[in-house]
């Protein structure tokens, strides 16, 4: 008996001895393949890991790698899959905070196109999910983590993501003015101030109420909103950042409201 059970011990420690060394060459090779950029073979190699060891210590590691993976190969419906599965399958993981920002990153690169400089008019019914999706992200993690290593840039792109979103809002504003769809142009205007008070192209969707005030005949409303233009392009000519105002206090066209 004692001989039986020494050796089904043996047996079971090299059983498992093997499969640790089995699942830590795999993940060698994964990664090698990962450093090399062949980011096809590293997501199959990671996923033959978790099939084969779904429990052992490199199955959380492998998710976050293929989501990676699948970003580097700008396959970013596949990276944000395998980032939402990461988060639900591990929430209280030390590198969550990672994840999301990841999930960031992804969006943010996925339709970046949309507020470059050659914005075209035509397009200003198409919905900016991605950057949307990708400013819910960041907020996410600086409100969850603050103190994350990631936080900081997180909050860099948050401030370029407002002020994308509302130049691109202010853009469809634009662009229904110059059809005269007055009422149209107001209410997306309206909308930046109210979305993005602070961001630099509020100035802009003021301009583009005065001018579709002055298209319906509003004059009152016009001279009010060319009152609040005059009165602060100089104290706030100067300021080119967009920073966000203690609650208590209004943004600087709120005065009049």
Known sequence: MLTACSIFTSKGDKSA????????RIY??????????????????????????????YAQQA????????????E?????SAVERFIKQYPKSSHVDYAYYLKGLVNFDEDLGLFGEGFQPDLSERNPKAPREAFDAFEDLVTRFPNSKYAADSRLRMLYL???????ETQIASYYLRRGAYVAAVNRANGVLIEFPQAPATRDALRIMVQAYDGMGLTSLRDDTQRVIDKNLVKDGARSGVKQPPKNIKSWWQFWK
Do not use: V, W
């Not at 001895?17 to 830590?24: C, I, L, N, R």
């Not at 998710?63 to 700008?74: L, T, V």
């Not at 407002?162 to 691109?168: E, M």
């Open 76 to 80: 970013p419906e596949s990276a944000l």
């Open 63 to 74: 998710q976050m790698e293929i989501a990676y993976a699948y970003y580097k190969q700008s």
């Open 162 to 168: 407002t002020n994308a979103l509302a130049r691109h």
């Open 17 to 24: 001895s093997e499969k640790a060394d089995s699942a830590e």
């Open 28 to 57: 060698a090779q994964a990664t090698e393949q990962m450093n090399d950029a062949n980011y096809a073979g590293a997501i199959k190699l990671f996923e033959t890991l978790q099939s084969r060891y779904p429990y052992g210590r």
